[in-house]
């Protein structure tokens, strides 16, 4: 029997709006972002600006700051915010998938931190950006690549091999994503649904 896999993004798709830069701002303020992202991005041509260097720059304000304190602020933050931000539509969508029994997993981009946390109380997997921790404290560096675009593909596939001890070819996959970095993996799936910002569904 075929096993299914749903796969949600989460900004944007499972949340009405992007859950990053409140967290940072959150954990290390608002100025602190702000002067990271003069100092590393916005002063560069934006025909040099990319998301996997933008993710790299907000990881670097992380840097130093206790994985025990971000622990506690990812759960506080899943309380007070994330849980009021999820879509009914695709929350719905999620349940469904639950209900049929199909192997669910959150795939996003944002930081694994509290991506986890949200995961927990959906009760669903999570493939996403990972941050390096020494000693307790974040390094400010990323484990492995951004989960954006072909890396999500690429950290979907080892999920299935490990999880389902099969391969992505092999399994029926419902992606839904809203933005460029969801569509390598909207391209492989057997039915896949872009998510637009405003309640509208589009099957790509």
């Known amino acids: 029997m075929t096993a299914t896999v749903a ?4 900004d944007g798709t499972l949340t009405d709006r992007d859950c990053l830069i409140p967290f ?11 002067s ?7 002063r560069k041509p934006a025909s040099v600006r990319d998301r996997d260097q933008l993710k790299a720059v ?19 933050f899943i309380t007070d915010h994330v849980m009021g931000w999820l ?6 969508r999620l349940n469904q998938h639950q209900s049929a029994g199909h192997h669910v997993v959150i795939v996003s981009a944002s930081f694994e931190i509290y991506v ?21 404290r974040f390094t400010g560096r990323l484990i492995g690549p951004n989960c954006r675009g072909d890396e999500k593909v690429t950290r979907l596939t080892e999920y299935v091999r490990q999880r389902l001890d099969a391969h992505l070819d092999d399994v029926e996959l419902y ?27 589009s099957p790509v």
């Open 7 to 10: 796969a949600f993004d989460l």
């Open 24 to 34: 940072v701002t959150a954990l290390v303020g608002r100025r602190t972002l702000v």
């Open 36 to 42: 990271a992202l003069a100092k590393h991005i916005i």
């Open 58 to 76: 907000t990881a670097l304000t992380l840097s130093g700051v206790e994985h025990e304190v971000a622990t506690m602020r990812a759960e506080a």
């Open 87 to 92: 879509r009914s539509d695709t929350l719905a």
């Open 116 to 136: 986890s946390r949200l995961a927990e109380r959906l009760g669903v997997d999570y493939l996403a950006t990972r941050l390096d921790v020494d000693d307790g």
């Open 175 to 201: 992606a839904y994503g809203d933005s460029a970095g969801d569509r390598p993996l909207l391209d492989i799936a057997d039915h896949a649904c872009f998510v637009r910002r405003i309640d509208r569904w």
